[in-house]
């Protein structure tokens, strides 16, 4: 009797498995507080169809999502959980600095690097973990390190330079990665790790941080993926990787060295900074009033790797574009030539003040903001109403800046680079509530003002140093292609070109 009980038992699993998965499809299609709002039925029963856009796909489904939009209207049902806007005008409701504003949990953990500012849920916790940061990039203290920001600037110049007399073709995609990561880590961190001064300029490291997103991607769906991934040793690693990802690594226990070191420096009594000494944003956070939990190494470093890292190839993705169409329009270059004579200065409150280079610059941002992914919010205490539609507290709902920004209501031949768009200052005014590429609200990019500065100071420096002669590159190769979480591009960081001194 007992063999039979136990066959019985056996047979019931299946069932039991089937009744429970039918009862789960049958609730998020009906019953869920979502399942009102118009998108494919399969996205409303699992994040299964995500994951394919995303990980078999290699990061289309923002593309997909653009799609949906044209079938289902300006507000779908994505996943199970979460709904997506391509309305502009529903933008600075969604993205402001009044009420709670959570974030989507579930995105950033692919990352799993929890104790980041930036990937901070909570909309309390992460004001409390940014409020010590916000002073350390506010837009004067980044004016008051711009010498910096000049040295790194003349040591790209000077790079740039040996090539216009080898006759070799420079990659000026690696240049200008090497360039954003080396101003990003000295000014944040104190500490030069000198990719400027490697002959391809460190080149493995732009490669590595072109095709990162794919980890981001898998670990949002297999949850363990990332944290095992982190959890191999090192030196194991060492062995059998590319230079590329060995130059990724040594990045990082550099890094990893350089916080500890900064940590005990400022656990010490006497830990005063002398005069030579800059502040670093460790200081920043180990002399504020956060918790000890707040200021421990694990949680301490995923703020220096995410706050570092998010300089690196964002800020120079949109130099790349920017160099690209500069150099590549005589009309362009030579309006910014003619701006840029009479300003001999290099000083930043200065360039700012210059129209058409502001202009080119807010152009190059509109067509590569920060990143190509969904950014969702989630109000946890207050229904958002859209059009109609009650959307419950509590619920994941994005919009993507990129889609936005090639807009065609928005922006006439989006595509384009057309610097004088900008130029025109009602539209600039009128734009204003949309043109978002550090994001907006309360979780607007904590490095902007950095980002800024780079572009001010080193754009004039190449425009007027330098001609640039591309090599097999065309326009589309700056279009983003795919959901790295940065900018996907099917050039991603390599800009060939053949450099000749502006004697003019």
Not at 133 to 151: M, W
Not at 246 to 272: G, I
Not at 344 to 352: G, H, S, Y
Not at 408 to 435: G, S, V
Request: charge should be positive.
């Amino acid at each position: 009797m007992e063999a039979p009980m136990q066959l019985l038992s056996w047979r019931f699993i299946p069932v039991a498995v089937i009744v429970y998965f039918g009862t789960l499809v049958s609730y998020r299609l009906l019953l869920h507080p979502l399942a009102r709002f118009p998108g494919p039925r399969l996205a409303a029963v699992t994040r299964l169809y995500e994951a394919y856009f995303d990980v078999v796909l290699n990061g289309q489904y923002t593309f997909k999502i653009v799609q949906m939009h044209k079938e289902y209207g300006p507000i779908v049902r994505i996943s199970p959980y979460e709904l997506h806007v391509i309305d502009s005008t529903f933008f600075e409701k969604l993205y402001r600095q009044e009420g709670r504003w959570d974030k989507y949990a579930w995105a950033y953990n692919g990352f799993s690097a929890n104790g980041a500012t930036i990937c901070t849920a909570d909309h309390d916790l992460h004001k409390a973990r940014r409020m010590p940061l916000s002073p350390f990039f506010s837009k004067t203290k980044v004016a008051q390190q711009q010498d910096l920001i000049r040295q790194k600037v003349e040591q790209l110049c000077k790079r740039i330079s040996q090539f216009s007399t080898s006759k070799k073709a420079i990659d000026l995609g690696a240049a200008t990665s090497a360039f954003t990561r080396d101003v990003s880590t000295d000014f944040i961190l104190a500490r030069n790790y000198k990719s400027l001064d490697h002959e391809d300029f460190n080149a493995g490291m732009t490669n590595v941080f072109q095709d990162s997103g794919h980890i981001w991607r898998i670990t949002k769906h297999i949850t363990w993926f990332g944290p095992t991934m982190k959890s191999i040793p090192i030196d194991w690693i060492m062995r059998v990787a590319d230079e590329g990802t060995k130059s990724f690594f040594r990045y990082l226990q550099d890094s990893t060295k350089d916080t500890e070191a900064l940590l005990t420096a400022t656990a010490s009594p006497s830990s005063n900074l002398d005069a030579k000494t800059r502040r670093t944003i460790v200081h920043e956070i180990m002399d504020s009033k956060l918790t000890p939990a707040d200021k421990s190494f694990p949680r301490v470093f995923d703020d220096v790797a995410t706050v570092t890292g998010a300089g690196f190839e964002t800020t120079a993705s949109v130099l790349r574009l920017i160099f690209y169409h500069v150099f590549s329009n005589a009309e362009i270059l030579q309006r910014l030539r003619s701006e840029l004579r009479p300003a001999t200065t290099n000083d930043l409150k200065v360039l700012e003040q210059l129209p058409y280079l502001t202009s080119v610059l807010m152009e190059g941002m509109r067509l590569s903001p920060a990143i190509a992914s969904r950014m969702a919010r989630i109000a946890p205490d207050r229904e958002l109403v859209y059009n109609g539609w009650h959307i419950p507290a509590g619920t994941p709902i994005g919009m993507t800046t990129l889609l936005m920004h090639t807009d065609e209501m928005l922006y006439p031949d989006p595509m384009q680079f057309n610097p004088d768009r900008w130029m025109d200052l009602d539209f600039r005014k009128k734009a204003d509530k949309t043109y978002a590429p550090f994001s907006k609200g309360t979780r607007i990019c904590l490095g902007m003002h950095l980002a800024w500065a780079e572009m001010y100071l080193v754009l004039p420096a190449l425009v007027q140093q330098f001609n640039f002669q591309f090599d097999g590159t065309i326009a589309e190769d700056f279009v983003c292609e795919s959901d790295q979480f940065i900018i996907g591009t099917k050039g991603k960081g390599s800009l060939k070109a053949f450099v000749t001194l502006n004697k003019i």
